[in-house]
C-alpha cells in the first residue's frame, strides 16, 4: 500500500530534504521528468493531473514490478540491499552491504553511484544520500517473508522474529547472551541487535559457541535461513537457541536472524555482487568470407522451404482447428512434407504466417492457404524473399518453439494457434543480434555466454534457480539463436553481413511499426546478400538412371515444370529428380504431351537424354488416356474389350462397383474422381474426359485466401513515447502541479477548501463577479470544473472575456486558449500574489 508520506502533496521539507516522492520531483527539472516518463512509459496512460497524482502512479505494485524487471543485475542487487537495510539508509551504509567489511572487488564501489542513480531516474529510490528510501512498494516486493525468500538470502530482522515472543522469553534471550536485563521487550530486542551489530561483541560470543554450532550457522548464512529443529533439540542448537541467534519462527522451525547473517558474512548483503556485465567469452574467430557464405546458404534454404511450404498448400491446405492453429496430424505431414523436424517445420509455418504469406481462409470448411501476397513475394529475387522474410521473422510477438509445449492449464499449444505471441520475443530477438554484432566480424560465442549476459542486462527476479527451468527470456534467447542460424541471419554462430544490415537499418523498436524504415532495411539486406548467392541455373544433368540432377537453383519456371514432371529425391547443393510412371502420368494429365516433355527435357539438359528415361515417357503417354472416365454416376470407356473384360475379373476392382453396359463402356458406382485413383492404385493410367468425349487437362486449382495483413505484434506494455508527447506530458503535468499546489487567497464567503486537491466552492454571482475581476486586472485565477462526461478538475485559468455564459481564458494546465460554460464552474478563487503570475 501506498502511504501518504512517500507520495502526499504536502508542501515543505524536513532537515533540508524532501518528506515524499511528489516534492522530490518538484524538485527536479523537466528532463529528469521526461527521462522517467519515458522510462516508464506506463506513467503516461493517461497524462498524470500534476506531481502527487504522478508520485502514487509510480509507486503502484504493477508499475514498481515492470521497473523492476527491467534493471540490470546489479542496479537490482542495490535494490535489494536496500530493502534489507534500515529505512532511510545513508549511503555510507548502503556501500558498506554492497561491499562490505573487508571490500576485495573495487568495480563494486566504483559502480554503486551509476546504480543508485539509476533507481533515482526511476523513481524507485528518493531521498537524499543521507536518507536513501526505496518506494515502500518495492521494499514490499524485495525484502524477504517465509513464503518468498529475498535473493540477498537474508532472513527476518530480530524485530520482526521476535514480535510476539513473551517478555519472559525475550529476558532469558539476552541474559543468556551476556546483556543486562531490561523493563520492556522494546529496549530489550533494541539491546539483542545491538550486540549482533557489533563487530567485536559478536564475535566474542561466537568464539564461546560450542562444537557444531559454527557449521549450523555457515549453512544458514546464505540462505535460505530458515531451518528446522526437534522437540529436544541437540546441545549445539539449544546453546544457538538460548542466545537468539536462531529465533523460533513456529512449531519445529527456527530462522538466522537478519543482523546475525550480515555479521557472519562480513557485512555483504549478496554473496557475489556483480558490478559489470559477463563479456562474451570464449570468442571463435571465423573467415567472415566462411560465414556470409554459410548464411547466404542458409538463407537460400529458407526461402526454398517456405515456397515448397506453400505450394503444398495453395492446392490442398490443412483444416483450421476449432480453437485455432493446426493439428499435430497435420505438423507431422508438413513435417514429413519438408523433410524437417516438427519443429523445424514449425518455425517455417510460423515465419510465414508472420510474413503475411499465409493465412486461413475464411471459409465455412477453413483451411489454411496461401495470400494474395505471396504472389507479390514469388516475383521478388530470393534476395528480395529472404529480406522480407527476415524482417517479419525479428519484428513479430510469434514464437513457433512454444509449439508442442504445454500452457500453464495442461493444454497443448500448436503451431499457428492464438496463444504462441510472446511480447519479448522482437526485443530479445534484436538483443541478442545486437550483442553478436558488438563482436568483429566473423567471430562467434558459446549460447550460454550470450544467455549470461543477457540474463545480467535483464535478471529474472522469480525464485526457484536452475531447478525450476529457464526463465522466459532464457527460452526466447535460445530460440532466437536456433532460428537466425536457420534462417541465414548468423552462420556458425556469427552475424552474417545481410543480418547486420538488417539489424543496423531497422534501428531501435520506436512509438510504433515504421512502413518505410522497414522497406529500407529490407532493401538493404537484400542488397549484401544478393552477391552471396549463386546464379540461378537454366539446366540439369539427366542421368541414366532416371533422374536429373540440378547442379544449383534453377531458374523459377525451370524449377516448377520440372517438379510437376519429376518426384524431388532429395535436397542440399545439388538437388535429385527422379523420373517415375506416376510423376510422368501427372505431367500428362497437366496437358503435356509425350513430344513435349522430351522437347522440354532435352532443351534443359546438358547431357543426352538416356534411352530408359525416353522409353518411359513414351510407354507411359501410349498407355495414358486409353481408359476414359465420364460421369454417369461414373463410367468407364475403352477400345480394347480384353482390358475392361482384366479389370472386371480384377478383385481389386469390387469396391468400385462396375457392370459392362456396352462391349467398350463399364459403368460404375463410384465417383469420376474415386474411380480413377482406383484404376491408378491398379496399376492403369485412365484419362478424364468431359461430356463430349474429349480429354480433361486436370491441373491443380491454387487457392488464395482474401487479402490478409501480417498478424500485428503484440505490445510488451506502453509504446515508448517520442520527444514531442514528453515536452507535452512534462508541461501538462507540471502546469496541473502548479494548479494543485498554488496558494489561493482565503474566501470571506466560503471556508477554503480542506486540502489541495478539494475544487473550490462559490455561488454563480461570486463566480461571474470574481472572472469580471480577473478580465479586467488581467490575473489569473484557481477554477474547479466540471466537464461533460461528469468528471471534475482543477485548473489556473487567465479569463480574457466574459459573455453569453461563456469564459474565454488562457489555460496554465494545457497551455491554450480554451472556452469554459460557466454554469459547469463549481467555483473559483484568487490566487495568492506569489502565484497569480
Known amino acids: 500500500m501506498t502511504t501518504s508520506r512517500e507520495t502526499g502533496s504536502g508542501g515543505g521539507t524536513a532537515g533540508g530534504g524532501p518528506r515524499t516522492l511528489a516534492e522530490e520531483l518538484r524538485e527536479r527539472p523537466d528532463a529528469f521528468l521526461a527521462e522517467l516518463l519515458r522510462a516508464r512509459p506506463d506513467l503516461l496512460n493517461p497524462v498524470p493531473g500534476d506531481l502527487t497524482q504522478l508520485a502514487t502512479r509510480a509507486a503502484t505494485r504493477a508499475s514498481v514490478a515492470r521497473a523492476l524487471d527491467r534493471l540490470d543485475r546489479f542496479a537490482l542487487q542495490v535494490a535489494e540491499a536496500l530493502a534489507v537495510a534500515p529505512d532511510p539508509c545513508p549511503y555510507d551504509r548502503l556501500a558498506a552491504l554492497m561491499t562490505g567489511d573487508e571490500p576485495t572487488d573495487p568495480r563494486v564501489a566504483a559502480e554503486l553511484p551509476r546504480a543508485v542513480a539509476g533507481l533515482r531516474r526511476q523513481a524507485l529510490v528518493w531521498g537524499g544520500d543521507d536518507r536513501l528510501r526505496l518506494v515502500r512498494t518495492a521494499r514490499e516486493l524485495l525484502a524477504p517473508t517465509p513464503s518468498r525468500p529475498s535473493a540477498t538470502g537474508l532472513g527476518p530482522t530480530v524485530a520482526e522474529a521476535t514480535a510476539g515472543m513473551s517478555p519472559g522469553r525475550l529476558q532469558k534471550i539476552i541474559e543468556a547472551a551476556g546483556l543486562p536485563a531490561t523493563h520492556d521487550p522494546v529496549t530489550a530486542v533494541a ?20 562444537e557444531g554450532a559454527p557449521a549450523v550457522l555457515e549453512r544458514l548464512m546464505w540462505g535460505p535461513p530458515y531451518g528446522t529443529v526437534t522437540a529436544e533439540p541437540a546441545p549445539h542448537l539449544r546453546w544457538l537457541l538460548d542466545r537468539g541467534l536462531l529465533l523460533p519462527t513456529g512449531p519445529g522451525s527456527v530462522v538466522l536472524p537478519r543482523e546475525a547473517a550480515l555479521h557472519l558474512r562480513g557485512g555483504r548483503a549478496h554473496r557475489a555482487p556483480e558490478p559489470a556485465a559477463p563479456a562474451p567469452e570464449p570468442v571463435t574467430a571465423y573467415a567472415p568470407e566462411t560465414v556470409d557464405a554459410t548464411a547466404a546458404g542458409q538463407a537460400f534454404a529458407a526461402s526454398a522451404a517456405v515456397e515448397e511450404l506453400l505450394t503444398g498448400w495453395e492446392t490442398a491446405g490443412p483444416p483450421v482447428l476449432r480453437a485455432g492453429g493446426l493439428s499435430v496430424r497435420d505438423l507431422k505431414r508438413t513435417a514429413t512434407a519438408l523433410d524437417t523436424p516438427e519443429s523445424v517445420a514449425a518455425f517455417w509455418v510460423e515465419l510465414a504466417y508472420a510474413a503475411g504469406l499465409l493465412a486461413s481462409d475464411g471459409d465455412v470448411d477453413e483451411r489454411y492457404a496461401p495470400t494474395p501476397a505471396y504472389d507479390e513475394w514469388l ?20 514464437t513457433p ?20 505471441d510472446r511480447s519479448p520475443a522482437p526485443e530479445v530477438r534484436r538483443r541478442v543480434l545486437a550483442l553478436l554484432a558488438e563482436l568483429p566480424a566473423g567471430a562467434a560465442v558459446p549460447a550460454d555466454a550470450l544467455l549470461a549476459r543477457l540474463a545480467w542486462e535483464r535478471p529474472p527476479r522469480s525464485p526457484g534457480g536452475p531447478s525450476a527451468g529457464e526463465d522466459l527470456r532464457s527460452r526466447l534467447a535460445r530460440w532466437a539463436l536456433a532460428e537466425a542460424e536457420l534462417l541465414g541471419v548468423t552462420g556458425r554462430g556469427a552475424l552474417a553481413a545481410p543480418g547486420r544490415a538488417l539489424l543496423t537499418h531497422t534501428g531501435q523498436a520506436g512509438p510504433g511499426p515504421d512502413p518505410d524504415r522497414t522497406r529500407h532495411a529490407e532493401a538493404e539486406a537484400a542488397a549484401a546478400l544478393a552477391p552471396l548467392l549463386p546464379e540461378p541455373l537454366d539446366h540439369v544433368l539427366v542421368q541414366a538412371d532416371l533422374t536429373a540432377v540440378a547442379p544449383g537453383p534453377l531458374h523459377r519456371p525451370l524449377a516448377q515444370r520440372l517438379g510437376v514432371l519429376a518426384d524431388i529425391e532429395s535436397k542440399g547443393g545439388a538437388t535429385v529428380y527422379r523420373f517415375t510412371p506416376d510423376s510422368v502420368r501427372r505431367a500428362l494429365d497437366a496437358g503435356q504431351t509425350a513430344s513435349d516433355i522430351l522437347a522440354f527435357l532435352g532443351e534443359h539438359s546438358r547431357t543426352t537424354l538416356p534411352q530408359p528415361l525416353v522409353y518411359l515417357v513414351e510407354d507411359v503417354a501410349r498407355r495414358h488416356g486409353r481408359l476414359r472416365v465420364g460421369a454417369a454416376s461414373s463410367y468407364l470407356r475403352c477400345d480394347d474389350e480384353a482390358t475392361l473384360a482384366e479389370i472386371l475379373a480384377d478383385r481389386r476392382s469390387a469396391a468400385l462397383r462396375l457392370r459392362r453396359l456396352a462391349p467398350t463402356v463399364l459403368a460404375a458406382q463410384a465417383a469420376p474422381d474415386a474411380l480413377l485413383e482406383g484404376l491408378r492404385e491398379m496399376g492403369y493410367a485412365p ?7 474429349d480429354v480433361l487437362v486436370t491441373r491443380a486449382d491454387t487457392h488464395r485466401t482474401p487479402p490478409r495483413t501480417p498478424p500485428a505484434p503484440v505490445p510488451d506494455g506502453p509504446p ?4 514531442t508527447l514528453l515536452a507535452a506530458a512534462v508541461r501538462a503535468v507540471r502546469a496541473g502541479d502548479r494548479a494543485a499546489t498554488a496558494e489561493r487567497k482565503p474566501s470571506p464567503a466560503a471556508p477554503a477548501p480542506a486540502g489541495a486537491a478539494a475544487l473550490p466552492r462559490t455561488t454563480s454571482a461570486e463566480t461571474l463577479a470574481t472572472m469580471q475581476a480577473a478580465v479586467l486586472t488581467g490575473a489569473a485565477v484557481w477554477m474547479g470544473y466540471v466537464n461533460a462526461e461528469g468528471a471534475a478538475s482543477q485548473r489556473v485559468i487567465a479569463p480574457v472575456r466574459v459573455e453569453g455564459g461563456y469564459v474565454t481564458a488562457y489555460d496554465h494546465t494545457t497551455d491554450e486558449v480554451r472556452t469554459f460554460a460557466l454554469h459547469r464552474v463549481t467555483g473559483v478563487a484568487e490566487l495568492a500574489d506569489e502565484h497569480a503570475s
Open 687 to 693: 484419362a478424364a474426359e468431359s461430356a463430349e468425349g
Open 401 to 420: 518453439g512454444l509449439a508442442g509445449t504445454r500452457d500453464t492449464k495442461g493444454r497443448t499449444l500448436s503451431a499457428l494457434g492464438p496463444d504462441l
Open 720 to 723: 515508448a513515447p517520442d520527444d
Open 379 to 398: 516475383d521478388l529475387p530470393t534476395a528480395g524473399r529472404w529480406a522480407w522474410l527476415a524482417a517479419a521473422w525479428l519484428a513479430t510477438t510469434r
Open 191 to 210: 539491546a539483542l541487535t545491538e550486540l549482533f551489530e557489533d563487530r567485536d561483541r559478536m564475535a566474542a560470543l561466537l568464539a564461546r559457541a560450542p
